[in-house]
């Protein structure tokens, strides 16, 4: 079945500095990426939509300065938060779809980033 | 404006029962509807999910109930067990636009007693 490796799953960095996050799908090709970003006992926001090639789309509200991505292959999106501050401590999450599978999406494991 | 209802908020059921998890939509652009069972600390993963032209599916002790008049769907876990316990997510897939964005309910937290 398809999969999808999240990188890292926790990461602690301090205030002001960058953090990236890596969404791999492994046995599939990518066309379309989700993030999505989910705080404690709420559910998924969905933040951005990365097509391959193109640049990502943001949900209203998602600041895209702030939350970077890149799509540059179709086994890869990266998720780079920079200047982090507490209140990005968040669970993020990322999710894969292949083209021809009737746009099933498959999710990464996710990535507890705690900014201190 | 939240387009996809779910509830309960939180579950508590006995070992070998029946848990009932409904979920409720408005947009009719919705065109697959999955739901995905998230351990803590673990992104979710899907479980099940049907399309609008059928009313009922089932894979083994889970069952979606698809109510298209009313624009309701509902997960069953039959013979529920320890393990099931986890928070389980309704989600609806919008047909409107490029990406086929998917929409979550909010959530409801299964505690399965042994």
């Known amino acids: 079945g398809a999969v999808v490796s999240q990188h890292p799953s926790r990461v602690i960095c301090k205030s002001g500095t960058s953090v990236k996050i890596e969404c791999r799908s492994l046995?599939?090709?990518?066309?379309?990426m989700f993030w999505y970003r989910q705080f404690p006992k709420q559910s998924l926001m969905l933040m951005a939509t990365?097509?391959?090639?193109?640049?990502?789309?943001?949900e209203q509200g998602v600041e895209k300065d702030k939350f970077l991505i890149n799509h540059a292959s179709l086994t890869l999106s990266t998720l780079t938060v920079t200047s982090a501050h507490p209140e990005d401590s968040s669970f993020y999450i990322c999710s894969a779809r292949a083209r021809g599978t009737g746009r099933l999406d498959t999710f990464g494991s996710g990535t507890r980033l705690t900014v201190v | 404006q939240q387009q996809v209802k779910q509830s309960p908020q939180s579950l508590i059921v006995q070992k070998g029962g029946i848990s009932i998890i409904n979920c409720a939509y408005e947009n009719t652009a919705f065109d697959y509807f999955p739901w995905y069972q998230q351990f803590p600390g673990k992104g979710p993963a899907l479980l099940i999910a049907i399309r609008p032209d059928v009313s009922e599916k089932k894979e083994g002790r889970f069952t979606i109930s698809f109510n298209k008049s009313a624009k309701q769907f509902s997960l069953h876990i039959m013979d529920s067990q320890p393990g099931d316990s986890a928070t389980y997510f309704c989600?609806?897939?919008?047909?409107?636009?490029?990406?086929?964005?998917?929409?979550f309910g909010k959530g409801t937290l299964l505690t399965v007693n042994p």
């Open positions: 046995d599939f090709q990518a066309t379309t």
């Open positions: 990365s097509n391959e090639g193109s640049k990502a789309t943001y």
């Open positions: 989600a609806a897939r919008n047909s409107g636009g490029s990406n086929y964005k998917l929409t």
